[in-house]
């Protein structure tokens, strides 16, 4: 038996049968990522030779990385830009509209209170808001990308939201930091 065979040029949307949009079936994404492993997981061919091990792990590892991107809406929107050849410019382009900006400060401050105050009650009222503008952002975002194929304003919505993801980042260090 020699390892599986795996097309490295299929799109992560074509790797799992899917559609290539922002809005897709996460279950079906799940079942597909599921039997997907049950063919190309390590342990399958562990009894073959080391460069075909090395070639089955190559493959575990490209189905991973597929899978990782797509179940995150901020990857899959990166991923979706970058075929359609637009560079998010997250590292270069931090301008952002001013009340965005504004309320961005006046989160972080938020949570700074609530984490000093050692008040979970009011991260989590935090955190209610961040989910909810978060998913208010996915929404334009798969309007932006499947509908009108505006793809510069998606990466606009892709940077705005990596900052509220790092938002959600502080207010679950703040839990740790109220935990401990």
């Known amino acids: 038996m020699s390892a599986f065979s ?3 040029q299929k799109t992560f949307f074509q790797l799992f049968g899917l559609g290539q949009s ?10 597909q990522y599921r039997a997907m492993q049950m063919v190309v997981h390590p342990d399958k061919f562990a009894h073959l030779p ?11 590892t ?23 050849g637009v560079d998010t410019q997250e590292e270069t ?22 984490q000093q105050a050692r008040d979970a009650e009011l991260l989590s009222e935090l955190e209610t ?15 932006r990308i499947d509908t009108e194929k505006n793809y510069a304003a998606a990466a606009e ?3 705005k939201l990596r900052f509220m993801e790092k938002l959600a980042e ?3 260090a703040a839990y740790d930091e109220i935990d401990n």
Do not use: C
Request: charged share 30%.
């Open 6 to 8: 795996l097309d490295f």
């Open 22 to 31: 922002f809005h897709l079936d996460t279950q079906l994404l799940e079942r």
């Open 170 to 172: 502080e207010i679950h």
């Open 62 to 84: 490209f189905v991973n990385e597929a899978y990782q991107t797509l179940r995150s809406p901020l990857r899959r929107a990166r991923y979706l830009l970058k075929l359609n």
């Open 93 to 114: 382009n931090t301008a952002m509209p001013m009340d965005f900006l504004i309320a961005q400060m006046e989160w972080r401050e938020a949570v700074k209170e609530a």
């Open 50 to 60: 080391d460069a075909e091990q090395r070639v089955a792990m190559q493959q575990a």
């Open 157 to 159: 919505l892709v940077r």
């Open 129 to 143: 808001r961040i989910q909810a503008e978060t998913a208010e952002l996915e929404g334009q975002l798969a309007d």
